[in-house]
């Protein structure tokens, strides 16, 4: 159930259990891919602001207390990414600019360019040339 707080928890929390299960260390970022503004991008904004307000106090007025224990929950920051294959289409939809919660943090032309996106983002990390 998108946009709640808890669907996000969970996603994070079971992309940390495998990262730690493959001896890799837990996540330090979200990347969400979706194709609604309203729903999609609304919702992993609302989360990347949980991020920002709540890093150290990991609160919650949903259901935080329904998750496992918050060493699961590492991620600082959620992206949100934009896919024009479905819900939204550039030519026949625009962006509410003046609604931040629905502004993607970058918009693709579809998911295959959203995860080449992501694996660039996390492969080349502040080097302008890869």
Known sequence: GKPYEISFQYAETIAN?????????????????????????????????????????????????LLPPSD????????????????????????DGKNPWKLPTTIKLNVLEAIKYVLFKETCPSIVSC
Do not use: R, W
């Open 17 to 65: 259990k495998i990262a730690l299960a493959n001896g890799q260390p837990k996540i330090d970022k979200v990347y969400f891919i979706g194709d609604n503004p309203d729903v999609d991008i609304v919702g992993a904004n609302m989360y990347n602001n949980l991020l920002q307000q709540a890093m150290n106090s990991k609160t919650s007025i949903t259901g935080y207390s």
């Open 72 to 95: 699961l929950l590492s991620a600082a920051v959620c992206e949100s990414i934009l896919v024009c294959t479905g819900v939204y289409q550039p030519g026949k939809h625009k962006i």
